[in-house]
């Protein structure tokens, strides 16, 4: 029998690049976003190309009918994929608090629930791990995006919380922050943000992304971080003072302003 991974978001972006760097290693797949197309086209593929089972899954994690019917699939999954996301711009306050509570619903509470059921049984197996995606944004605050920046904070210091609780209990299954800088997918265009106003050299391509977790999974790394670029960030981040940085992060603000 070929394990099983459950990946959300999966109908675009970094969640199709798991979900084909996955299925390349013979997992069959649950895929999870709300465009049903877009899922099918994909599982379609996914089963041609690798052999594998692929089911669709549309559901909305931001709702409770949509939590409760993709948690119900995840008693048997060996990988959890919590990918799904978005961003918004603009100052908190200036920003309708909807759009502000959906992003807390989708990192959030739909990354502490589907990452709850599925460790019950990784647990009860000893065997299995979770990829939270994550962003460099989590070390960090910007003006204009700080609940995306609080959410993603808050997703990497859960993973840690899980992760020290496995391993206190010498467990074998593996959580994984991933925390990506920019890369090019469709997650800026939605937010209405032209690529251009960030050099070239920031971006990162899918599938090094995926390819960089996937490897850190196999080797139980906490914290993975794409590109050598982000990683000194990121040192640069944890050892900076927060003067400092609230002055950079200002900066930035009136740049892209400007740009």
Known sequence: ??????????????????????????????????????????????????????????????????????????????????????????????????????????????????????????IERNRGGIINVSSVAGFWQAPGSISYCATKHWINSFTEGLALELRSSGSAVHVQALCPGYTITEFHQSMGWDRSHIPSWLWMQAAEVVAASLDGLDRGKLFVIPGWKYKLAVMFMEWTPRSILHRLAAGQQRALKRA
């Not at 100052?91 to 502000?100: G, L, M, R």
């Open 1 to 122: 029998m070929r394990p099983l991974a459950a990946i959300t978001g999966a109908s675009a972006g970094l969640g199709v690049e798991f979900a084909r760097q996955i299925a390349a290693r013979g997992y069959d797949l649950l895929l999870i976003a709300r465009r049903l197309d877009r899922l099918e086209s994909l599982s379609a593929e996914l089963t041609r190309q690798y052999s594998i089972t692929a089911h669709a899954v549309a559901a909305d994690l931001t709702s409770e009918e949509g939590l409760a019917l993709v948690e119900e699939r995840l008693d048997s999954v060996d990988l959890l994929v919590n990918n799904a996301g978005f961003g918004t711009l603009g100052k908190f306050a200036n920003s309708t608090i909807e759009s502000q509570v959906e992003m807390h619903r989708l990192h959030v509470m739909a990354t502490l629930r589907l990452s709850h059921r599925a460790l019950r049984g990784m």
